[in-house]
């Protein structure tokens, strides 16, 4: 049987009291959140923001809310051991930069599709209407060659 990641009898550390080599108590704080099985998860961790800031934002955290915290300060930890200058912030950049660029494919594309429509309907409603329209397709030009 378990209880929080440690056998109830014989308590084994959880990965945080592992690595900060003391005693796990049974009200530990780190135990729910850094099992003793996920030792990365911590040092990453401890490595960005220190084990003493951790403890203190846990214990100012209500319960249901810790939780979340952690695996915001774990994605943010691993960021900034990937990018220690911009952590997340760069990759949330990056991702909003692709954002921005398949706006623009999206906004090209529809002005296209648009634009072929006008061309079906302007064909099919005057067939005479043709010869004074450009075509795109025999001047080699797409709205795709920006």
Same mark, same amino acid.
């Given at each position: %049987? /378990?209880?929080?990641?440690?056998? &109830?009898?014989? &308590? ?5 009291? /592992?690595? @900060? *080599?003391? *005693?796990?108590?049974? !009200?530990c704080v780190?135990? =729910?959140?850094? =099992? ?5 998860? #911590? ?5 960005? #923001?220190g084990a003493?800031?951790?403890?203190? %934002?846990?214990? $100012? @955290? =209500? ?16 960021? *900034?051991?990937? !990018? ?12 909003? /930069? ?5 706006? +623009?494919? @999206? ?8 634009? &072929?429509?006008? *061309?079906?309907? +302007?064909?099919?409603?005057? =067939?005479?209407?043709? !010869? %004074?329209?450009?075509?795109?397709? +025999?001047?080699? $030009? ?5």
């Amino acid at each position: %049987m /378990k209880e929080s990641g440690r056998k &109830l009898g014989a &308590l084994s550390p959880c990965a945080a009291c /592992k690595l @900060l *080599r003391r *005693r796990c108590a049974q !009200d530990c704080v780190f135990a =729910p959140y850094f =099992p003793a099985d996920e030792p990365q998860k #911590f040092a990453s961790v401890h490595k960005v #923001f220190g084990a003493s800031n951790v403890n203190k %934002m846990l214990q $100012e @955290l =209500p319960e249901h809310q810790r939780s979340d915290a952690v695996s915001s300060m774990v994605y943010e930890a691993n960021a *900034r051991v990937r !990018d220690p200058v911009y952590g997340c912030v760069g990759a949330i950049s990056s991702l909003q /930069k692709q954002i921005d660029s398949l706006q +623009t494919q @999206l906004a090209l594309a529809q002005a296209e599709v648009v634009h &072929l429509r006008v *061309r079906q309907f +302007t064909s099919s409603s005057n =067939p005479g209407a043709m !010869d %004074m329209a450009v075509d795109q397709a +025999t001047m080699g $030009e797409s709205l795709w060659s920006c």
